[in-house]
């Protein structure tokens, strides 16, 4: 399909206090815009979005290559639809804007689409950055793909409504959550193949791991918790409860040091600060309306979220625990990744 590629577009940047939580600390964010079909690029340092690309309809996961070279971004024809949304009342879905976009992060140009399966909703990359793992939402199949000539390598079949999919930082496994079988598979990164399926709570939406890879958070947004695993043994050594009102725990980003595990928790409006010694939250930021997307910077001093209907992306500090700037997006805005 013809993508055509638009001038820059740099947004407005609304201030919250006095220090720019993002002074000093160098690297790009980049947030997909589920409604508007773009990805904003917005610059730490300077809290300010350099430039706003044109991708496809509906873009939410995304990744870098290994080498930060490349951006790997899922789109779907799919129309948008919340749980419990009557399918047959929406309009039909046009599979041809299904696909992988690939965004050169030099240039800032949309390279290509490639195939990916249906209903593409994340992605994760292997570490060679050979191959990559697709969620096809609609399926309930994960696709694994060839990242040069997007040639598929092998598809799994998984629980409905697989989103979540991410990769163990050993590069040994790729996890999937199922949101309708409120578990997680587990594939074998170099097979590829399923080799285990994790019960976990209803509704699990994402992974993080610890940076060792012996622990995986995965929060059950129904039931407002988190369920720590055992990756060696793929058990449930512990459900953290996040206690209060709407707190749909979501996507989660992890400090370099594996001490603290920062999780967004939707309608809840917060980002829930996790202790992962004691599995206890220890805290919680007021960030904007349904947070979503989550990334922390390189040097853990700041956390940045994807508020979906105010458009916008909270930048907190860690230290102070309090968002010092958010900075608008387009419509939106779903994933969030920090690349240095």
């Known amino acids: 399909m013809k993508r055509i590629l638009y001038g820059v577009m740099v947004s407005a940047v609304l201030a919250i206090g006095c220090t720019p939580a993002g002074q000093g600390t160098a690297g790009r964010v980049y947030v997909t815009n589920e409604r508007s079909g773009d990805l904003s ?64 992060l030099k240039s800032h140009r949309l390279l ?66 199922s949101e309708n079988d409120g578990a997680v598979f587990v594939i074998n990164a170099a097979k590829p193949e399923v080799v285990q399926k994790i019960p976990v709570g209803h509704r699990p939406r994402s992974t993080t791991f610890s940076p060792d890879s012996a622990r995986a958070y995965v929060p059950a947004e129904n039931d407002g918790t988190v369920s720590v695993i055992d990756t060696a043994t793929y058990t449930v050594v512990a459900t953290i409860t996040l206690s209060g009102t709407d707190q749909r725990p979501m996507g989660g980003a992890i400090s370099s040091d594996g001490k603290f595990l920062y999780m967004t928790t939707g309608r809840g409006k917060t980002v829930a600060i996790i202790d992962t010694a004691t599995n206890t939250r220890v805290g919680s930021v007021e960030v904007g309306p349904r947070p979503w997307g989550v990334a922390i910077s390189q040097d853990d001093k700041t956390v940045f979220t994807a508020n979906g209907p105010s458009n916008d992306v909270s930048f907190v500090d860690v230290q102070s625990r309090s968002v010092k700037a958010r900075v608008k997006v387009g419509d939106g805005p779903w994933g969030a990744l920090f690349v240095p």
Not at 50 to 77: C, E, F, M, N, Q
Not at 119 to 131: R, Y
């Open 112 to 177: 290509r689409v490639m195939p990916s399966g249906s209903d593409p909703e994340q992605v994760a990359v292997s570490l060679d950055g050979k191959t990559l793992f697709i969620a096809n939402e609609d399926d309930a199949k994960i696709s694994a793909i060839d990242a040069v000539s997007g040639k598929l390598i092998a598809e799994m079949e998984v629980g409905g409504e697989p989103e979540g999919v991410n990769l163990r930082p050993d590069g040994k496994e790729v996890w999937v959550t």
């Open 41 to 104: 690029v917005i610059d730490v340092s300077t809290q300010r979005v350099l430039t706003t690309i044109p991708l496809g309809k509906r873009p939410r996961g995304l990744r870098a290559s290994p080498d930060h070279s490349l951006l790997y971004v899922a789109l779907s024809g799919s129309p948008i639809a919340g749980p419990g949304v009557d399918e047959d009342t929406l309009p039909p879905a046009d599979k041809k804007a299904d696909g992988i976009g690939v965004v050169d």
